[in-house]
């Protein structure tokens, strides 16, 4: 049994154990690892586990006693959660410390200063730590360098790159591995089966390989308009010549699919790049006779594209290129642009 239901983070939650059992939890946390892992879940639970009114000192909540009622329901007055609204490119500075009339009387880093009113100690989780600013940072650091006595915050983040180093030297860093391709088939399984569905082996490889090791991503290529599109994308891009406006036009179409939302939008296309880089990748693997393992619709598009180490490392450089420069916010349509008539000369 996994801890808490959560897959592939047993020696984590191990480690919070043993510290929760000698007294040494401490006092900011900085959670690291790719999207869709299961990090917010764990830090969710591992905040409901420390807040447990019958918890043994053994992490076990007990999912019965008011706090973890609470916790479950998202209403714990103790535990604090604050991630970045939608619409927003970063975390607002007055969800940290209050609007500019009620600076310092309201936001997270008031809050965490109150009396606990449930659990002996208050918890904040800060999803979304990628999108700090440099101003919001700022507020935070008196807070995770001396948080009020007992109180734990927990940030949530993608890659250390990503955060300041100021927040990083005040942080214990737990780093999250990627979840393995037999955890993410049984997961995917799983759920679909409570959904009276089941899937054959070959699309729960696909899946797995698509997801390169995140639940969430798995889940996105449940939808058949995705998984469809993967196949046409392998195509074009294994077709001699490359034919750079059709690829612009059917990346821009996949992306605008899911809505005006930007940041939906900005994820699809990350997926596509993804995509693409796995397929450069694994291209490039097997030209240098690299054993790697690939589902059908990936080796047969691969075999049937020649093309030089060189071309190939070049694709795969324009591609990783685009990837950051969607991480970067640039302009999307631009950006795809760019990248399809980088491809088609390569
Ligand atoms: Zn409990």
Redesign the pocket.
Known sequence: MSWEGIEGHDQIANRFSSAEAAGRIAGSYLFIGQEGIGKATFAKSLTMALA????ENNLT?????N??IQALAGTHPDIDIVQKPTERTTIPLESLIGSPDQRLRAGLCWRLLLRPQLASRKFAILLDADHLSEEAANCLLKTLEEPPPGAVVILVGTTLERQLPTIRSRCQVIRFSPLSDDIIKHVIQTEQQQNGQDLTDSTLDEIARIAQGSLSKARLFLDEELTSFRTKLFKMLSEKPLRGVDLTRATIGIVEAVGKEPSLRRTRLRLVLDLSIDFFRTKLHVIHGIPCPADAILESTIHAWSASPEEITQCLEYSLDARQGVDRNANLGILVDAWTANLERA
Do not use: I, V
């Not at 447990?52 to 918890?55: D, I, T, V, Y």
């Not at 909540?61 to 006693?65: D, E, M, R, S, W």
């Open positions: 447990c009114e019958g918890s909540a007990c999912h019965k006693c706090s973890c």
